[in-house]
């Protein structure tokens, strides 16, 4: 396990690209042994350096949610990281300033409204504990060089997250079947993507029980107040400035982002 000193520094360093938009190395060129315990202290040190500057927790977010993406990291679980209030982009405008290579994902957000803790944690008390689900947008950027990082790089770099759009809609978890909600994702009036929720572990609750267990390793869980990101219904779609998205939620709502510089 890494000493405090090199966790607390490697959080200073991925904090200092974060702000400038500017690529770092991948920090596991460097400390080869690092674990995955390391990497989860260095995203919490990082998130700690973001409250203590007058930024605020307002929830989770899970990755790594499809067979197919744990594959393409040779990893057998999802990942977890925070978010922060900085995060959340109100109105359909993604700016692009402190971004360095955004792709956007849909996904399905649950609202918390009673703490989630503990390592027996099942269905049913998630569906007891979320007072709403909203269709979500995450951009996701690695601070990393290239986008390319090991399991270790993504978590010490909370999980690649950067902003987070929520649809206006408040919808009652018992109201439609959320592992059936199909997904178009189009790029400039083309369509670039399509997907299911089922994508999600099989069904977005699943992704909720899973980020509460793994919480549960540290002894933490899921405050009241809090949103949840379940996890990319489709791939990630790559954005420059001037694209417009269009994002379907089928039976839900349509969501617009304009990129600007």
């Known amino acids: 396990m890494m000493i405090k000193k090199d966790i607390n520094m490697i959080a200073s360093v991925i904090a200092h690209h974060q702000k400038k938009a500017v690529e770092l190395e991948k920090i596991t060129s460097k400390y080869l042994d690092i674990t995955l315990e390391d990497a989860y202290l260095i995203q919490k040190e990082y998130i700690a350096k973001a409250i203590e500057a007058g930024d605020q927790s307002v929830g989770w977010k899970m990755g790594l949610t499809s067979l197919a993406k744990q594959r393409s990291v040779g990893v057998n679980q999802p990942i977890y990281g925070r978010l922060l209030k900085s995060m959340e982009i109100t109105g359909e405008i993604l700016n692009l300033k402190g971004l360095i290579h955004p792709r956007?994902?849909?996904?399905?957000?649950?609202?918390?409204?009673?703490?989630?803790?503990?390592?027996n944690v099942q269905e049913q008390d998630v569906w007891e504990a979320t007072g709403c689900i909203a269709p979500a947008l995450e951009v996701i950027d690695s601070r990393y060089k290239d986008f390319s990082f090991s399991h270790m790089d993504v978590v010490a770099d909370n999980a690649s997250s950067a902003r987070f759009i929520l649809s206006g809609l408040s919808?009652?978890?018992?109201?439609?079947?959320?592992?059936?909600i199909d997904v178009v994702m189009k790029k400039n009036n083309r369509v670039v993507q399509e997907g299911r929720s089922s994508a999600v572990l099989g069904h977005p609750v699943q992704s909720i029980i899973?980020?509460?267990?793994m919480l549960a390793v540290s002894g933490l869980g899921i405050e009241p107040g809090s949103w949840v990101l379940t996890g990319g219904m489709t791939e990630a779609v790559q954005v420059e400035n001037g694209d417009h998205l269009s994002i379907e939620f089928c039976g839900l709502d349509t969501m617009q982002v304009h990129v600007r510089p």
């Open 104 to 119: 956007v994902e849909p996904e399905l957000a649950f609202f918390v409204k009673k703490e989630l803790k503990g390592p």
């Open 171 to 180: 919808l009652p978890p018992g109201q439609y079947n959320w592992d059936e």
């Open 210 to 213: 899973k980020l509460v267990h």
